[in-house]
T-cell receptor, first 113, second 112 residues
């Protein structure tokens, strides 16, 4: 299996909702990433997990909470989001560090009303 | 920290012609330089990458060149086809930094 999968594909939520994004890979990769991408912009790194430990948090607001239950799964818990958080949320994985190819999931298109 | 600049922001070429996209980076410790292609509504996909111990790499119609002294690298696409239309991102990283630093992207338009 050489794919990163993400669910859901689309998500619409209100500012008071709590929801979670899920990401899964079965390539044995030990680094996993969450990115946020706005239209016509490059992906913006949010979090990096290396060997299931959070290694980078790019000053992301606490309304985004990552979780890595095991080496194959990565979650992003969302709470009290703002309309400006609407974006494409991409998960990626790589063997161990960014000096190896990052494989991206198809993304979750999030709309916050 | 590392900074990657990418030019041009938009590139329009006639089908069959070549396209060149250029990136410069600031951190001399950077040693890995991937290029990603992103079609509208799709995920970024790696099309070619190069490491700092190599000056050029080719894969069919796509090539990447790296000039470590000048700290720039370029993507070359020959015999462009309509399916090459997409946004292309360059990036850079180093062994000591768990991040890919991305360029701003180039929208490539192939005119029939």
């Amino acid at each position: 299996d050489t794919e990163v999968t993400q669910t859901p594909k689309h998500l619409v939520m209100g500012m008071t909702n709590k929801k979670s994004l899920k990401c899964e890979q079965h390539m044995g990769h030990r680094a996993m990433y969450w990115y946020k991408q706005k239209a016509k912009k490059p992906p913006e790194l949010m979090f990096v997990y290396s060997y299931e430990k959070l290694s980078i948090n790019e000053s992301v607001p606490s309304r985004f909470s990552p979780e890595c239950p095991n080496s194959s799964l990565l979650n992003l818990h969302l709470h009290a989001l703002q309309p400006e958080d609407s974006a494409l949320y991409l998960c990626a994985s790589s063997q161990d560090n960014p000096s190896n190819e990052q494989f991206f999931g198809p993304g979750t298109r999030l709309t916050v009303l | 920290g590392e900074n990657v600049e990418q030019h041009p922001s938009t590139l329009s070429v006639q089908e069959g012609d070549s396209a060149v996209i250029k990136c410069t980076y600031s951190d001399s410790a950077s040693n890995y330089f991937p290029w990603y292609k992103q079609e509208l509504g799709k995920r970024p996909q790696l099309i070619i990458d190069i490491r700092s111990n190599v000056g050029e790499k080719k894969d069919q119609r796509i090539a990447v060149t790296l000039n470590k002294t000048a700290k720039h690298f370029s993507l070359h696409i020959t015999e462009t086809q309509p399916e090459d239309s997409a946004v292309y991102f360059c990036a850079a990283s180093s062994d000591s930094n768990y991040q890919l630093i991305w360029g701003a992207g180039t929208k490539l338009i192939i005119k029939p």
